[in-house]
């Protein structure tokens, strides 16, 4: 008898002792899911803009335009090639020659490498080539997304180039910092200046 209430104390012991020692990992982790949930409301939060971004097409490159104004004071009077067709302007300028913002525009070599300038208005406007190793040409659009990545200080802002208007700020988000190749899309995304 004196054995098996021996067992039976023992026994009690080791459950009260195994459950004592579970409740503080239990609340650990309790709170930390509740942090993560936390986190993942937040990121979600839809806070981005898309919108058109101008670009042309000089000997099959691709070139869009920075938002920086040139700052060259005398041009020689000649331009390097002009702008005689012109898509839509989400479209990409699959053809030498094409814009998706004017028609009829000349264009003048960049004082940097890989750039052209182009008269917008009374402003001369820098556009940057896209140098990739992929066939960028096989997209049918072009645009830019612009949101607030999760503790960062500063919106970012992503030229993409996709089959698809419908590409979000997260999708181009995870196109450059995601690892999961399921759930890549097939499209170009570029980190660009605001």
Not at 9 to 35: G, N
Not at 111 to 133: A, Q, R, Y
Not at 180 to 194: C, G, R
Request: charged letters at 25%; a negative charge; aromatic letters at 8%.
């Amino acid at each position: 008898m004196k054995r098996v209430l021996a067992s039976i104390m023992v026994f009690s012991c080791l459950i009260l002792t195994s459950a004592c020692s579970d409740a503080p990992k239990k609340e650990a982790e309790r709170h930390f899911d509740s942090v993560e949930i936390l986190q993942n409301k937040g990121d979600t939060t839809p806070n981005e803009a898309r919108k058109a971004i101008k670009m042309v097409n000089v000997d099959g490159k691709l070139y869009y335009e920075t938002n920086a104004e040139s700052k060259l004071d005398a041009r020689c009077g000649v331009s390097d090639g002009n702008f005689e067709k012109k898509v839509t302007e989400f479209e990409i300028p699959q053809n030498d020659g094409e814009s998706n913002f004017s028609e009829s525009s000349s264009y003048q070599l960049g004082t940097e490498e890989n750039t052209i300038e182009i008269p917008i208005g009374e402003t001369w406007m820098i556009f940057k080539k896209i140098d990739s190793n992929r066939d960028v040409l096989k997209y049918k659009y072009c645009y830019t997304v612009n949101g607030t990545l999760p503790n960062a200080a500063n919106d970012s802002t992503y030229l993409v180039l996709a089959d698809v208007l419908g590409i979000s700020f997260e999708d181009a988000s995870y196109q450059l910092l995601g690892s999961d190749l399921n759930k890549m899309k097939d499209i170009y995304v570029l980190p660009i200046a605001d």
